[in-house]
C-alpha cells in the first residue's frame, strides 16, 4: 500500500529564512508521481509541482526547489527567503501508475503547517 | 473556463437530514473524485469515477453515494449525515492517462450537528 509521511507538522520561520519541508513515501510500484500541494488560508488546494519516478533531476521554480531521492523515498521542498505570503499548509502526494482508474487516487500526506512570522 | 466549481460553500446539516454536493467541470475531463480532509488527517478519498456511469469507492466511502450521468458533473450523496461526517470536501479532476495535476474545486465545509 502506498503512503506518504510527513514528519513535521508544525514549522515557524522569520522572514527570509529558508525552509525545507520533509516528504517521506513509500510504493510498491516502480513507476509512480509526486506532488506537492499548497493550501494557504483561503482554504484551496494550489498545485505546485509534479515528478514522475524515473525523473529524478532536482527542479527550481523562483525560490522553490524540490529535491527527489529514490534512493531514500524522499521528495522535500525548499522554500528559500521565505515571505509571509508562504504561510500556508504544504502537502505532498504520491499516486501510483499501475491498477487503473483506482491509481490515479492521490495519497496525502497530513500537511505541514508553515508560518513565516515578519 | 471555470474550472472545477463546487457548491454550496457552506453547509450545516443536523444528524439525518440528507443533502447533495454539488461538482462540476468544464474541461472535459475523465476522471473526477471526491475527498474529504480533517483536522490532521491529510485528504482521504471517498469515491472516484473514470468516466460516465463508471464510479468506485476509495478509501472512505460508507455513508455516500455517487453517480455520474455526464462526463462534467459528480455529485456527492449524504443520504443520513452524521458528526462524523463534519468535513471539508473537496471534488477533482483530471485527464486519464496524463498523469497531470489534479485540479481542485475550492471544497465545501460541512458541519454536522
Given at each position: 500500500?502506498?503512503?506518504?509521511?510527513q514528519a513535521q507538522t508544525e514549522i515557524s520561520v522569520v522572514e527570509k529564512e529558508d525552509v525545507t519541508l520533509d516528504c517521506v513515501y513509500e510504493t510498491r510500484d516502480t513507476t509512480?508521481?509526486?506532488?506537492?500541494?499548497?493550501?494557504?488560508?483561503?482554504?484551496?488546494?494550489?498545485?505546485?509541482?509534479?515528478?514522475?519516478?524515473?525523473?529524478?533531476?532536482?527542479?527550481?521554480?523562483?525560490?522553490?526547489?524540490?529535491?527527489?531521492?529514490?534512493?531514500?523515498?524522499?521528495?522535500?521542498?525548499?522554500?528559500?527567503?521565505?515571505?509571509?505570503?508562504?504561510?500556508?499548509?504544504?502537502?505532498?502526494?504520491?499516486?501510483?501508475?499501475?491498477?487503473?482508474?483506482?491509481?490515479?487516487?492521490?495519497?496525502?500526506?497530513?500537511?505541514?503547517?508553515?508560518?513565516?512570522?515578519? | 473556463?471555470?474550472?472545477?466549481?463546487?457548491?454550496?460553500?457552506?453547509?450545516?446539516?443536523?444528524?439525518?437530514?440528507?443533502?447533495?454536493?454539488?461538482?462540476?467541470?468544464?474541461?472535459?475531463?475523465?476522471?473526477?473524485?471526491?475527498?474529504?480532509?480533517?483536522?490532521?488527517?491529510?485528504?482521504?478519498?471517498?469515491?472516484?469515477?473514470?468516466?460516465?456511469?463508471?464510479?468506485?469507492?476509495?478509501?472512505?466511502?460508507?455513508?455516500?453515494?455517487?453517480?455520474?450521468?455526464?462526463?462534467?458533473?459528480?455529485?456527492?450523496?449524504?443520504?443520513?449525515?452524521?458528526?462524523?461526517?463534519?468535513?471539508?470536501?473537496?471534488?477533482?479532476?483530471?485527464?486519464?492517462?496524463?498523469?497531470?495535476?489534479?485540479?481542485?474545486?475550492?471544497?465545501?465545509?460541512?458541519?454536522?450537528?
Open positions: 500500500a502506498q503512503k506518504v509521511t509512480y508521481y509526486l506532488f506537492w500541494y499548497k493550501q494557504p488560508p483561503s482554504g484551496e488546494l494550489v498545485f505546485l509541482i509534479r515528478r514522475n519516478s524515473f525523473d529524478e533531476q532536482n527542479e527550481i521554480s523562483g525560490r522553490y526547489s524540490w529535491n527527489f531521492q529514490k534512493s531514500t523515498s524522499s521528495f522535500n521542498f525548499t522554500i528559500t527567503a521565505s515571505q509571509v505570503v508562504d504561510s500556508a499548509v504544504y502537502f505532498c502526494a504520491l499516486s501510483e501508475a499501475t491498477g487503473g482508474g483506482s491509481n490515479y487516487k492521490l495519497t496525502f500526506g497530513k500537511g505541514t503547517l508553515l508560518t513565516v512570522n515578519p | 473556463n471555470a474550472g472545477v466549481t463546487q457548491t454550496p460553500k457552506f453547509q450545516v446539516l443536523k444528524t439525518g437530514q440528507s443533502m447533495t454536493l454539488q461538482c462540476a467541470q468544464d474541461m472535459n475531463h475523465e476522471y473526477m473524485s471526491w475527498y474529504r480532509q480533517d483536522p490532521g488527517m491529510g485528504l482521504r478519498l471517498i469515491h472516484y469515477s473514470v468516466g460516465a456511469g463508471i464510479t468506485d469507492q476509495g478509501e472512505v466511502p460508507n455513508g455516500y453515494n455517487v453517480s455520474r450521468s455526464t462526463t462534467e458533473d459528480f455529485p456527492l450523496r449524504l443520504l443520513s449525515a452524521a458528526p462524523s461526517q463534519t468535513s471539508v470536501y473537496f471534488c477533482a479532476s483530471s485527464y486519464l492517462g496524463r498523469r497531470d495535476e489534479q485540479y481542485f474545486g475550492p471544497g465545501t465545509r460541512l458541519t454536522v450537528t
